[in-house]
């Protein structure tokens, strides 16, 4: 199956294209749902399953963007820590986390008995462990605000990856799947209860029109009464890109040679963090580790990623060889906690879902509840909790100031600092830059054979000059997020349109 990048995911054999070639015209549904990842087949079979006509729709194929290159943890704590949540939101606001994320997992659980879903899904003890003093500070901050929300943690002297800790920690009831097999189950229950899903149909814009919404379509217009956005980052133009910051983070999947695998997910408090799990694939072996975030778009050679997370794994375990690696994006809000609900700006009854940070698996799947709770029945105990058009100036100034700067920097500095050559032939074949040639700027990208292909480099979404990912071979937007293939296609958006070629 594809994904939103060039390299494989581990997940990636596991894919199946179910849906239909074309749509009726001006159909007619319920609910619009955008996006097969688990968000938005999640909230489709929910809502068919209550006797609400839905239509999803997928730009590409299921699993084509976060959901097929996620390492799939399923965990009861999350990137943002209880003890910040409780600072900026209050007690219960974090108690209500907890069990949101408690309610979530039960979901998948309650899903794969009751579809039989194959998915090796084995419930693992969590581990974090800091590395250095500083580490350790946050983590005795994060052991007391995980124990007033309720979350097992308890102190341990052994790390099963093996890995010197000043301190480590043992959250309980954690698990792991794989995310496509998981998915593929879900998105065929959807289409047995009457749901309709359209492939490579792409959603560009929402209007309302006499009490309906009309969605344009890559395929043709869709008529309902409510649209939910489950697309990572909604598209188009919205406030909700200034709030939410888009990251890569990298992954790789090694066999050992001691053949030692913990049986166990694993994380350390570095910045940025790591990440582990274990994983069985055609009865082989991987251990699965990422980590080596950065901003979209913010560093000049991708590669310089990988070579630093295989350095690491390499420093801490007996690798024998490197089978997969991948990246893939998430979106950091600006206060810590996702955007679920009404979207702001859009017409009524257009919901959105978003800011799930490094955290998708659970919060896809919370996302799913909320979203199917607030169409069917009005209302969710999560809804204010989650609420995109809030405002949270303690937990989020700080942020926003830092993340718009950056926006501006890429905004303003890229335009002007675009790289002086004036000859293409110093490209090298399968390589992209963005250069200035005659006063135009341009990305060009030169293929395997040593042919030129041209585009323009502003992003179609508000103009920011794109940057060549060499590993993922995509122009990545460093602004809000967008991505493009070689042809300058829409990999990623809130970007609705492709690239003009020239």
Known sequence: MKRDGQLESIWQSEGKHYGQENLTPDARFDVVIAGAGITGITCALMLQKKGVKCILVEASNMGFGTSGGTTAHLNSFFDTPYYQVISHFGLDAAKLLAQGANEAHHLIKDHINLYQIYCDYSVRNGYLFSLDTEQDKTLQKIIAGNQKVGVDT??????????????????????????????????????????????????????????????????????????????????????????????????????????????????????????????????????????????????????????????????????EEISYQWSSQFYESADGLPYIGQL??????????????????????????????????????????????????????????????????????????????????????????????????????????????????????????????????SWDCPCHGSRFGRDGKVLNGPAVTPLKEL
């Open 154 to 319: 308890f102190e341990t002297k052994v790390n099963p990856f093996g890995i010197p800790s000043v301190r480590v920690v043992e959250i309980p009831n954690q698990a792991q799947f794989h995310p496509l097999k998981y998915l593929r189950i879900l998105l065929k229950e959807f289409i047995n209860s009457g749901g309709t899903y359209v492939e490579n149909c792409r959603v560009t814009s929402v209007e309302k029109e006499d009490h309906q919404l009309v969605s344009t379509t890559t395929k043709g217009n869709i008529i309902s009464n409510q649209l939910v956005y489950a697309t990572h980052i909604p598209p188009g133009r919205n406030i909700l890109h200034f709030r939410n910051a888009p990251y890569r983070s990298y992954v790789m999947a090694c066999k050992l040679k001691n053949g030692s695998y913990p049986e166990a997910l694993g994380y350390d408090l570095s910045k940025p963090y790591h990440y582990y799990r274990v994983h069985s694939l055609d009865e082989k072996q991987f251990i699965i580790a990422g980590g080596e975030d950065h901003k979209t778009g913010d560093v000049n050679h991708t590669s310089e990623s990988f070579e630093r997370l295989g350095n690491y794994l390499h420093h801490h375990f007996d690798i």
């Open 344 to 473: 702001p700006g859009g017409p009524e009854k257009v919901y959105c879902a978003t800011g799930y940070n490094g955290d998708g698996m659970i919060l896809g799947t919370l996302a799913a509840k909320v979203l199917s709770d607030i169409i069917s029945v009005g209302s969710s105990k999560y809804e204010n909790l989650f609420l995109p058009s809030r405002v949270t100036p303690v937990a989020e100034s700080g942020n926003i100031i830092k993340e718009t700067a950056n926006v501006i920097k890429h905004f303003v500095v890229d335009k002007l600092a675009v790289e002086k050559m004036m000859e293409l032939a110093d490209l090298e074949n399968d390589q992209g830059k963005v250069i200035n040639h005659k006063g135009n700027r341009l990305a060009v990208y030169k293929d395997a054979n040593g042919h030129h292909h041209i585009l323009e480099s502003d992003c179609t979404h508000l103009y920011c000059t794109v940057k060549w990912n060499e590993e993922e071979k």
